[in-house]
């Protein structure tokens, strides 16, 4: 089985860095907290399964949720948004 391909959030502009960093020193939530850090640390050049590593979650996660910031922007790091099948897939 090969490696999957590379996947990166789109490029962040410098005032979404600076509104990315604000949301992980101050979100309450731990769900925004954790997203906003993905797609940090995806914006700074660092792979998904490196991500995946260091927050001990699955690389399937951290994609969903780049693919998910790329689509939908700040919205996709709202908790009400999850990643998956819906009811209706399953």
Request: no cysteine; net charge positive; charged share 30%.
């Amino acid at each position: 089985m090969g490696r999957r391909p590379e996947v990166f959030v789109r490029q962040v502009s410098m005032a979404e860095g600076q509104r990315l960093q604000r949301i992980t020193r101050t979100a309450k939530d731990p769900v925004k907290l954790r997203r906003a850090i993905v797609v940090l640390m995806s914006a700074q050049g660092q792979p998904a399964p490196d991500i995946a590593h260091l927050l001990k979650s699955s690389e399937e996660y951290v994609r969903d949720v780049i693919h998910a910031f790329n689509e939908r922007g700040f919205d996709a790091l709202d908790p009400k948004w999850s990643g998956g099948r819906t009811e209706t897939d399953r």
